[in-house]
T-cell receptor, first 114, second 116 residues
């Protein structure tokens, strides 16, 4: 199993540009999520999905869109990049979001917006 | 609302010394608790988790954590630090009810620095 994969690893955008961060998992997990990690702030949930066709907002959803057309894929779209979106983005998946199920993380995408 | 507090954004210990990383949570019901580790330039991986079967939980790489309900704590320890333990460690609480909006509650993280 490849686990959770993310592309690209690094990206530089200019303010106002749009892009999609890709995330895929091959563990047949129903739950997938996107986090951003900023120094001293831990992980903040952007959007999550509890299954194909079902998505919802997390703590910091503004400026981001998601969709979940298949169980495997959960792309994150930046609509109009802003410098405040400079961050490291992690995708994660889990059998279930509740109780004691482990979350599996991708290697991250380091995004810089200039 | 549930919350997680990790005391100390940076902890520095000498190689071979005891590692103690502190985590306190607030929860009105017994939570599910986790420690994750993030090595430099990598994603997070599970170190250990509390599943209510035992209060002392053993994880990978010699780490363990003890759940203390009376103190609402889940501190992470390792008897003897290795250079390879240098990483950032995150404590997290899992929602225990379906109406929790599925949000895992994360601590801010503690960077563990190992001095030679």
């Amino acid at each position: 199993n490849a686990g959770v994969t993310q592309t690209p690893k690094f990206q530089v955008l200019k303010t106002g540009q749009s892009m999609t961060l890709q995330c895929a998992q091959d563990m047949n997990h129903e739950y997938m999520s996107w986090y951003r990690q900023d120094p001293g702030m831990g992980l903040r949930l952007i959007h999550y999905s509890v299954g194909a066709g079902i998505t919802d907002q997390g703590e910091v959803p503004n400026g981001y869109n998601v969709s979940r057309s298949t169980t495997e894929d959960f792309p994150l779209r930046l609509l109009s990049a802003a410098p405040s979106q400079t961050s490291v983005y992690f995708c994660a998946s889990s059998y279930s979001p509740i109780r004691n199920y482990e979350q599996y993380f991708g290697p991250g995408t380091r995004l810089t917006v200039t | 609302a549930q919350s997680v507090t990790q005391l100390g954004s940076h902890v520095s210990v000498s190689e071979g010394a005891l590692v103690l990383l502190r985590c306190n949570y607030s929860s009105s019901v017994p939570p599910y608790l986790f420690w994750y580790v993030q090595y430099p330039n990598q994603g997070l991986q599970l170190l250990l988790k509390y599943t209510s079967a035992a209060t002392l939980v053993k994880g990978i790489n010699g780490f363990e954590a003890e759940f203390k309900k009376s103190e609402t704590s889940f501190h992470l320890t390792k008897p003897s630090a290795h250079m390879s333990d240098a990483a950032e460690y995150f404590c997290a609480v899992s929602p225990s009810r379906m109406d929790s909006n599925y949000q895992l509650i994360w601590g801010a993280g503690t960077k563990l620095i190992i001095k030679p």
